[in-house]
């Protein structure tokens, strides 16, 4: 009985001695340990919907096609998104792009002959003279309606002075907007060389998106006619009309159509870039290399119908996760409240909006907060943490559409006088003393055996001597 009280006394010191060093790192939840394939990042949200099986999807006729959310930011449909082609005339909306930021739609322009001498016979231009006073507005109409070639170089030189020093401000603005497989060297598409204008259907789509941010730019080119005013050379009024079939046809016209271009060059065939907006939403449709004319019109259509059937474009409403937010911060105070530590500062940040299938939005959502990265040294005084909010659906499709910025700190920031320094010694002492500790512990332990042992030898001494006396 001795015996058994002893190792019990014993056992229950070496948990104490034990619990001087706890685990350092505290894991708050593991829930998502195992994240599966279909947990899809922020960026990886731009993209992810080329992945869908999408039934009765439109497949326009072209080397390659985009049609691009501009809410979200998302690719919803697409082919060859990223290969270089020659845009032809779509080319313009680069150059309107550049004169709406840094001209005024008022300012005057005087023509020489930089302006018109080089353009390939039988192109498209306005018949400007030298010396002739024109507006930048009615040179935008021209080179938007028309693909007047000399409206375009008049623009062009009247803001870099050359036609080359203008295609460096075409790439660098190019650049900023994020597009990385575009190389411009002819402000209005075509060239007498080899060399031509580069692009891509993702290229062209951030530019033209770009352009719809300006409403002169969704004016003109929605504009079915532009009646330039007689200049100081030319006595007559000229009537600009809108070439672009969404405009100037029945059959094309389309509802939600707010801007575009279209082009053709030899060895590049049919181009066009179009955008639409429905109830707010905005669509950019980009196809480049159609083989004719309509199908680019007709496969336009067919591509803004679908996109706004099939996908829907989800805002992000921070108010619906705040029920996971307060639950996570008691969580992860709860976990830390035997230690220093507690939630200091915690703060979220959303995207404004993702995309996704109409189909899934049907099936309805939860939100979350995945825990399963938040590893907590419960010995620093001060951590961060970048924590993934979640949106899953009913088919375990799950976007992250934000990030919980959380701050740990001590409880109480209060300076001690004199602090303990904390060093590698200040480790080992306390190591040293609790297996000091320890041996103390057993050192006992053996001592106890050994007055148990006597005590059992002195009790069979004694029962032997009273056994010998009854005999």
Avoid at 22 to 51: C, G, H, M, R, Y
Avoid at 116 to 126: D, H, K, Q, R, V
Avoid at 315 to 320: A, D, G, L, N, R
Avoid at 447 to 453: G, K, P, Q, S, V
Wanted: hydrophobic content about 40%; charged content about 20%.
């Amino acid at each position: 009985m001795f015996m058994k009280k002893a190792l019990v006394t014993i056992l229950a010191s070496v948990i104490a001695a034990v619990a001087l060093f706890p685990a350092t790192v505290l894991a708050v939840n593991d829930q998502f340990d195992d994240p599966e394939d279909n947990v899809i990042s922020q960026n990886e949200s731009k993209e992810d919907l080329l992945n869908e099986d999408l039934p009765d999807a439109p497949d326009p006729v072209g080397t390659s096609f985009i049609l691009y959310d501009a809410q979200s930011g998302s690719v919803l449909m697409g082919r060859n998104l990223d290969q270089q082609i020659n845009p032809a005339t779509c080319t313009i909306i680069m150059t309107v792009l550049l004169a709406l930021e840094n001209l005024d739609l008022d300012d005057t322009i005087t023509i020489d002959q930089s302006m018109y001498i080089g353009i390939p016979e039988g192109l498209e231009t306005l018949g400007l003279s030298e010396g002739e006073d024109v507006t930048v507005k009615d040179m935008i109409y021209g080179a938007l309606l028309e693909s007047a070639n000399d409206a375009c170089l008049a623009l062009a030189i009247k803001m870099a002075g050359t036609e080359a020093a203008f295609a460096e401000m075409m790439n660098e603005r190019a650049s900023e907007l994020g597009c990385t497989n575009t190389s411009f060297i002819s402000c209005y598409g075509i060239t007498n060389g080899d060399a031509t204008n580069t692009s891509t259907a993702r290229d062209m789509a951030l530019i033209l998106n770009e352009c719809c941010e300006h409403q002169d730019f969704k004016d003109i080119a929605t504009s079915f006619q532009h009646t330039m005013q007689p200049t100081n050379l030319y006595p007559d009024s000229r009537t600009i009309s809108n070439a672009n079939r969404f405009i100037s046809t029945q059959e094309y016209s389309y509802d939600y159509y707010i801007g575009g271009k279209t082009g053709f060059a030899e060895g590049a065939g049919y181009t066009q870039v179009a955008a639409a907006d429905k109830n707010g939403r905005r669509l950019i449709s980009v196809i480049l290399g159609a083989t004719n004319n309509e199908t680019r019109y007709s496969d336009t259509i067919a591509l803004f119908d679908y996109g706004y059937s099939a996908f829907s474009t989800v805002m992000v409403e921070p108010s619906e996760f705040t029920p996971v937010y307060n639950d996570t911060i008691n969580q992860i105070n709860g976990a830390l409240l035997d230690t220093k530590l507690h939630v200091m500062s915690a703060e979220m940040e959303f995207s404004n909006y993702f995309s996704t299938t109409a189909y899934r939005t049907i099936g309805g959502s939860t939100n979350s907060v995945d825990l399963s990265g938040v590893m907590i040294d419960v010995n620093a005084d001060e951590q961060n943490f970048e924590i993934p909010i979640l949106k899953t659906y009913s088919d375990g499709k799950t976007y992250i559409v934000g990030v919980l910025h959380l701050e740990i700190a001590v409880k109480d920031k209060v300076v001690n006088v004199n602090p303990e320094k904390k060093t590698v010694w200040t480790g080992l002492k306390n190591m040293l003393l609790t297996i000091a500790g320890i041996l103390v512990l057993a050192l006992i332990l053996l001592f106890a055996l050994i007055i148990f042992r006597r005590h059992r030898i002195r009790r069979y001494d004694d029962e032997f001597r009273n056994k010998n006396k009854m005999l």
